[in-house]
């Protein structure tokens, strides 16, 4: 027991529990007085302040409610700034990578234990607050008589609703879950309430890539309504295996699924390859089997603790094998696998250990491989759906997929980068240096140019890269170079002691890399490195300029010239920013919970 | 870890340290005039000595005088320019895999501790067994159970090292030293970041340690511990080794003017 009473109180023993003064609840009045209008100079300013927000808000509900705004035009058109041109009768693959974004999502809610519960008090001043603001929008948008009613009814009941939460019970609270599920609920209802996007047009004057006629609630409504039971039936069925199931291991198999999910939803679901099992069964598979065997039998002996020098000596020689396939023609495939092997070589020693540890290591590689041949096979197999255009993908799905890619390049590459730039070794050192202070030194949009136009020139005969994997390549490069800076940040603030130590109990430079450096450097890198995941998301629009289908694109050069749409590209600018907006500010939300939650161990 | 073993330490009640005979046990540190600059100012010039085996050494003397450039050119940490340095026959030279080597068999504790701060109190003391002695991984953290039980603190196993105060995490980086089962510790003034009331904490831990046969190099400021426990005593100023002696000859009759200077300073 401590000094200061136990963390159970005992009878007759009871300890006195001292709180803080509680700060005194002021009236309205009172609060104003305190808050805005305490001096001549403080009124002033909240008055003048007042205005001008007051001037914004009516300046933008004027743009907005505007009788001669389009939103017709951004409606209408959804599927194409989703999806671009993929196939209406292939629609289901979409729907089936959303739902398995969607059980993703739940599964994470669960096993991570989001959510927390919200005084129903606290809840009823958002509401009143939300209900005022409907009510401010009636009176100043320029409705006509009509709209302005209905704005009216519907803001006084919100603030009805308000009004009664805030005699609930004191004590009564709400899960932030619960508020999210019922608000989506009020969102899909809404779907087949009201007619969204309804528009209709003479049918023969319709290109071929526009929406066709009718409403967005109407094709949308009933997928979106099983979207929502499948998100929630998830969460339930999570709910209920959640104490059945360790959680440790649970988050380690949900991060891999991010991680490989839109990998497969890509290239197996809405990709659909065409499959050539023959070839498949004759050419890739027994690869996949040879490197997998014999490469886990080489690490599984390699990593022996008593190796010694001839492990090293095979891995330069794997590694020699690697570079030298480069010479003669031969599956790319198994270059890649050649050289990727000779870096597992290469780290063995640093990942000996007994035969558990020696047995994970050999797993490891099995997987990796198999993961890569899968990819290298999909990536190779020509696609069935039949789209318009160079790539099967367009919109928004375009822009998320080339940041995703771009993520997975660079995150790896910079932080590899990071550690070469503060090596011992001067040879790696100046290779980084120069990389990181070359591509820092150009602009974004040079780099993207030069891989869409010039490196499809520069390519040896036979070999062809797609334009988009190529400014995908672009974008890697460039954002590694800024996450190297980051992550070098992180690692420099690893103190001198922690070095030290690691090298006084016996440690390689690459283990104390690995277990001592690393981890410290890119949890205090998190808040750079999320900010540049960030830049790299919105810098996908700069596929714009290039001519590529990404979400802007669409946006501002597609829409705006179709015959109905005439001119609509205000209307489409702001739904894009407000897209961006809300996924730029979820990553900043969710980098915020990682600070606190990886923050733990350190006080 | 046996001869560390708690019960077997209390029972005999060994001979006082200045009585043993260490004259026939084995060399384990030997350093021949070893020099060390750093830029122009030379930080150690030309310090000769040798540590015998189960010897204690407590290494006193002004900041500034070089005791810990010494204590940590012994495990490398600091590169010596000239001299030679070997450790239990393995001499340091740029060859990494003998500085390795002699790391292995080297436990060092700081003055600021040097946990990892990311890692749970059990992990930072199995994790160097199993990646660099390559000890299965169960084992391994049964034996940083038994040491964390050995510095008296085997219920903290879970906290990390920012959640205890000065005095456990300095006794958890004494575990995690002699969780590498090294010959040799060295301690780098592993008292002076502590309150007052942590120190003698730490300061027992030691001393059950030097009991119980471990051969160790100290550099601290705590005179009581030097009285007690060290075999010898190596009083060092402006990077030269001054005077050597047991702790009797060093406290009650020092032959330099200098040492006398500094006794008298310190016990005032």
């Known amino acids: 027991m401590s000094e200061y009473g136990a963390d159970t109180p005992t009878i007759g023993d009871v300890p006195r529990i001292v709180t803080p003064p509680v700060e005194p609840h002021l009236p309205p009045r009172q609060w104003l007085a305190k808050n805005l209008f305490p001096s001549k100079l403080n009124t002033l300013l909240t008055i003048v302040a007042s205005l001008v927000i007051l001037a914004i808000v009516r300046g933008l509900l004027g743009f907005i409610f505007n009788p001669i705004r389009q939103w017709n035009a951004t409606a209408v058109n959804l599927r194409l700034m989703m999806t671009h041109a993929y196939p209406a009768d292939q629609y289901v693959r979409v729907w089936v990578s959303v739902a398995v974004f969607l059980v993703l999502t739940s599964l994470s809610l669960v096993v991570w234990r989001v959510g927390f519960r919200i005084l129903l008090r606290k809840l009823a001043k958002q509401v009143i607050a939300g209900g005022v603001f409907g009510l401010l929008v009636s009176v100043l948008a320029p409705f006509s008589t009509n709209a302005t009613l209905i704005w009216l009814a519907v803001s006084a009941g919100v603030l009805a609703i308000g009004l009664g939460l805030l005699r609930a019970p004191e004590e009564a609270t709400i899960s932030s879950l619960t508020l999210v599920v019922g608000a989506s609920s009020l969102a899909a209802a809404s779907l087949w309430l009201i007619p969204y996007g309804r528009h209709s047009f003479v049918p023969d004057r319709t290109p071929r890539i526009l929406a066709e006629p009718g409403t967005v609630a109407i094709t949308t409504k009933l997928p979106w309504t099983i979207m929502l039971v499948i998100a929630v039936a998830t969460y339930a069925v999570g709910r209920m295996l959640r104490d059945r199931i360790p959680t440790k291991q649970a988050q380690t198999v949900l991060l891999l699924t991010w991680f490989l999910a839109p990998l497969a939803l890509i290239y197996l679901v809405l990709r659909d390859p065409d499959f050539d099992m023959a070839h498949v069964v004759s050419t890739d598979i027994p690869i996949f089997l040879v490197f997998a065997a014999l490469g886990s039998a080489t690490l599984f002996w390699l990593t022996r603790p008593d190796t010694g020098e001839i492990g090293r000596v095979i891995a330069m020689v794997i590694l020699f094998l690697g570079f030298g396939s480069f010479l003669t023609p031969m599956r790319m495939v198994i270059r890649i696998l050649l050289i990727l092997l000779a870096m597992f070589s290469l780290a063995a020693p640093t990942f000996s250990g007994d035969r558990q540890t020696r047995r994970r290591y050999a797993t490891t590689w099995t997987v990796v491989t198999l993961f890569l041949c899968w990819l290298i096979t999909a990536i190779n197999t020509p696609s069935t759906v039949d789209v318009p255009g160079e790539f099967f993908m367009g919109g928004f799905s375009l822009t998320l997929l080339v940041a995703f890619f771009t993520l997975i390049i660079s995150f790896p590459l910079g932080v590899v980068l990071a550690l070469a730039r503060t090596s011992t070794m001067p040879v790696f050192r100046l290779l980084a240096t120069t990389f990181i202070e070359f591509v820092r030194g150009i602009p974004l949009i040079t780099i993207l140019i030069f891989f869409s136009v010039m490196v499809p020139l520069f390519l040896p005969d036979g070999m062809d890269l797609p334009e988009l994997t190529a400014v995908t390549i672009g974008y890697a490069l460039f954002a590694s170079a800024y996450l190297a800076e980051n992550v070098r940040g992180g690692l420099q603030s690893v103190t001198r002691g922690q070095h030290e130590a690691a090298e006084a109990v016996g440690m390689t430079t690459s283990q104390k890399t690995v277990f001592i450096v690393l981890p410290q450097a890119l949890r205090v890198a998190i808040p750079p490195l999320v900010g540049q995941v960030i830049a790299t998301f919105k810098e996908t629009s700069l596929l714009y300029i290039i001519g590529l289908y990404d979400l802007l694109f669409v946006a501002k050069a597609l829409v705006p010239n179709q015959t109905e749409f005439m001119g609509s590209t205000r209307e489409n600018l702001l739904f894009v920013s407000v897209i961006y907006w809300i996924i730029a500010y979820n990553l900043s939300k969710a980098s915020q919970r990682l600070e606190r939650r990886v923050g733990l161990g350190e006080r | ?268």
């Not at chain 2, 084992?139 to 090292?161: S, T």
């Not at chain 2, 510790?185 to 030097?210: G, Q």
């Not at chain 2, 400021?221 to 075999?231: Q, S």
Request: proline share 5%.
């Open chain 2, 1 to 268: 870890m046996n001869d560390m073993d708690t019960d077997a330490r209390t029972d005999a009640e060994p001979p006082a340290r200045s009585e043993r005979d260490l004259s026939n046990a084995a060399d384990m540190i030997v350093c021949e005039e070893i020099c060390k600059w750093y830029g122009d100012f030379q930080a150690l010039e030309g310090v000769s000595a040798t540590i015998k085996e189960q010897e204690v050494v407590v290494v006193l003397g002004p900041s500034g005088s070089g005791k810990s450039t010494w204590i940590r050119c012994i495990n490398r940490l600091e590169q010596h320019q000239e001299g030679r340095i070997v450790v239990d026959g393995v001499e340091l030279t740029n060859d990494l895999r003998n500085i390795e080597k002699v790391r292995s068999e080297v436990g060092m504790v700081f003055q600021q501790f040097n946990l990892f701060p990311h890692l749970k109190v059990r992990d930072n003391v199995s994790l160097a067994p199993i990646w660099v002695r390559k000890k299965p991984k169960a084992e391994a953290e049964e034996q940083a159970q038994a040491l964390l039980e050995l510095v008296g603190i085997p219920e903290q196993a879970d906290k990390f090292p920012g959640q205890l105060s000065g005095g456990q995490q300095q006794r958890v980086a004494i575990a995690r030293a002699l969780a590498m089962e090294p010959k040799i510790m060295l301690f780098d003034e592993p008292t002076s970041a502590l309150d007052p009331e942590m120190i003698k904490e730490v300061l027992d831990v030691m001393k059950n340690l030097a009991l119980s046969g471990m051969t160790m190099m100290v550099v601290t400021h705590e005179m009581g511990f030097a009285k007690e426990v060290a075999d010898r005593i190596i009083f060092m100023e402006e990077g030269q080794i001054v005077e050597v002696g047991t702790p009797e000859h060093f406290f009650t009759n020092p032959t330099e003017d200098r040492t006398k200077l500094f006794l008298s300073q310190i016990l005032a």
